[in-house]
């Protein structure tokens, strides 16, 4: 009969255990806002690597703006007019 009761008692004590978790909505991963990471080789190391995170808009704006400078090489190439640095 102790056994009975302890059962049932641990059996409550388990039932309000979804009701205290997190309501958390689903995340989107082409959410604007949601945050990624991604590891970035360490310029002049062979193995070490960099853990950076930002927002896809982050991203999305660093990935359009690195195709800019790039398309922006290409033309001025195409024109002969590319600058030595």
């Known amino acids: ?4 009761k302890a059962v049932i008692a641990s059996s ?4 309000p255990a979804p009701l205290l978790a997190d309501e958390r909505p689903a ?3 082409n959410d604007p806002d949601a945050i990624r ?5 360490v310029i002049g ?4 690597k960099t ?3 930002k927002t896809n808009a982050q991203w999305k704006t660093i990935v359009d703006h690195q195709s800019r400078e790039a398309q922006d090489l290409v033309d001025r190439n ?3 007019t590319v ?3």
Do not use: A, D, Q, Y
């Open 1 to 4: 009969m102790p056994f009975l």
């Open 12 to 15: 409550l004590l388990l039932l």
């Open 27 to 29: 995340l989107n991963r």
């Open 37 to 41: 990471c991604r590891k970035i080789e």
């Open 45 to 48: 190391s062979l193995v070490r």
């Open 51 to 53: 853990r950076v995170c």
């Open 78 to 80: 195409r024109s002969g």
């Open 83 to 85: 600058m030595n640095n």
